[in-house]
């Protein structure tokens, strides 16, 4: 199988997810990554899911826009009616973080304060 690497600066994190499945607890990620060139940078967004025993990977996710990484990455297809679907899946990335990791919650402005 093949493997994929881009490298830049993550320039936008799109999609912050959680959930309970059949198999159980989920966690997704979808971030936009930019090549740092000056002539005709070349952008990617990535799809990170993960569960089981790896979804820290996901729910940990620090990173911030402005740091430079290096993702790897698989292309995936799924057919649906007649149809192909393109799917670009990060499985590791290398890096420096900036910040603390932030995963949002289904239930936004719940707290468990017992006041």
């Known amino acids: ?6 490298e830049g600066t993550l320039t936008a994190i799109t999609d912050k997810k ?11 990620i979808k ?6 060139k ?19 990977n996901v729910k940990k996710f620090s990173y911030k826009e402005g740091d430079k990484m290096k993702v790897f990455f ?9 149809k ?3 799917d670009i899946k ?3 990335i290398e890096g420096e973080s900036s910040g603390e990791p932030e995963m949002q ?3 936004e402005g719940e707290d468990d304060l017992p006041f």
């Open 38 to 56: 000056d002539d005709y940078p070349q952008s990617c967004v990535f799809s990170m899911i993960k569960s089981g025993e790896y979804i820290d």
């Open 1 to 6: 199988m093949n493997q994929f690497e881009f």
């Open 18 to 28: 959680s959930g309970e499945g059949k198999n159980g607890e989920w966690a997704l």
């Open 74 to 82: 698989n292309l995936d297809t799924s057919d649906y009616k007649g």
């Open 105 to 107: 919650s289904d239930a």
């Open 84 to 86: 192909s679907y393109n």
């Open 90 to 92: 990060a499985w590791k």
């Open 31 to 36: 971030f936009k990554v930019t090549e740092d």
